[in-house]
């Protein structure tokens, strides 16, 4: 019996070191993600990339953040987008964002930002949105950006955070070409919805963290603004014929400081033409 409860014993030990291990992994230690979209309204020999980093929460991967710098860098992606919450609620010096902002805008000149609920509840909100303008990232809450990559016409809408109704999808779909590749960044996936606007191809969120605590064959135990068991948890997700929603489960944690079985993370996004 005694040689039993041993075992036992260096069992337990050994599982609960092990998902300790594998939390401090999950929380410290980003990954890449990598999602390929295609679309008609590319030729089958065009294509481009989109980083999309979300929910940072003023975290630091190395000094200064200069792991999760040097993986932006050797990405080399067209466009860049971050879907909102930079910072976190509590974040009460935004020196560290400003200097990842800054050396973010220096890496890739087409930076785009759409604020989180984080943004909105914290007090330096107003310093802050002005802080990131300086540094050459635009702001495009409630607007639309017309851009060329090489030869590729591409269109990115941006709406302020639903969850805190700072959204308005209608102002920010003025003027749109229907032809043209179109992405929605939006920091909350909006639960109102089960379809947007048609010339919306991909909406890119975050706002869930994946549910930032996971376990194996069950997923997420709860997200923001959908309680336990979330359906729209992270990934990619169909919401019509040739419209979805990916859901980025992001790179820093809020309320707690762990991830467990969902590993902190960025997603590249390449698109791709095909035959009508």
């Known amino acids: 019996m005694r040689r039993i409860?041993?075992?036992?014993?260096?069992?337990?030990?050994?599982?609960?070191?092990?998902?300790?291990?594998?939390?401090?992994?999950?929380?410290?230690?980003?990954k890449v993600e990598e999602l390929t979209i295609t679309t008609s309204k590319l030729g089958t020999n065009q294509s481009f990339t989109v980083l999309q980093l979300t929910d940072l929460h003023n975290k630091q991967f190395g000094n200064h953040n200069e792991q999760l710098l040097h993986e932006i860098e050797q990405l080399d992606a067209d466009v860049i987008?971050?879907?909102?919450?930079?910072?976190?609620?509590?974040?009460?010096?935004?020196?560290?964002?400003?200097?990842?902002?800054?050396k973010l805008t220096a890496i890739n000149n087409s930076v785009y930002f759409v604020s989180g609920n984080h943004e909105w509840e914290?007090?330096?909100?107003?310093?802050?949105?002005?802080?990131l303008t300086a540094k050459g990232i635009e702001i495009i809450d409630n607007q639309n950006r017309f851009m060329e990559i090489g030869e590729i016409p591409f269109q990115l809408i941006g709406?302020?955070?639903?969850?805190?109704?700072?959204?308005?999808?209608?102002?920010?779909?003025?003027?749109?070409?229907?032809?043209?590749?179109?992405?929605?960044?939006?920091?909350?996936?909006?639960?109102?919805?089960?379809?947007?606007?048609?010339?919306?191809?991909?909406?890119?969120?975050?706002?869930?963290h994946g549910g930032q605590i996971r376990f194996?064959?069950?997923?997420?135990?709860?997200?923001?603004?959908?309680?336990?068991?979330?359906?729209?948890?992270?990934g990619l997700f169909e919401l019509k014929e040739r419209q979805q929603l990916y859901i980025d489960s992001g790179l820093g944690t809020s309320v707690?400081?762990?991830?467990m079985f969902n590993q902190s993370q960025m997603t590249l996004i390449t698109v791709k033409g095909v035959d009508k």
Not at 122 to 131: C, D, K, T, V, W
Not at 221 to 226: E, L, N, S, V
């Open 216 to 234: 194996p064959l069950i997923g997420a135990i709860a997200a923001p603004g959908q309680g336990f068991f979330p359906k729209f948890d992270k």
């Open 5 to 30: 409860r041993m075992y036992l014993m260096i069992f337990l030990f050994l599982v609960v070191s092990g998902l300790i291990a594998k939390a401090y992994y999950d929380t410290n230690f980003f």
């Open 256 to 259: 707690i400081d762990v991830r």
């Open 122 to 131: 914290n007090p330096l909100q107003e310093s802050f949105f002005q802080g």
């Open 159 to 208: 709406v302020g955070d639903p969850s805190t109704e700072h959204d308005n999808l209608d102002h920010a779909m003025e003027g749109l070409n229907k032809d043209y590749v179109t992405f929605l960044l939006s920091h909350a996936p909006d639960l109102s919805r089960t379809s947007y606007p048609d010339p919306i191809d991909l909406i890119l969120s975050g706002h869930t």
């Open 81 to 102: 987008v971050i879907t909102g919450d930079l910072i976190d609620r509590k974040t009460d010096d935004l020196k560290n964002t400003f200097e990842f902002v800054e």
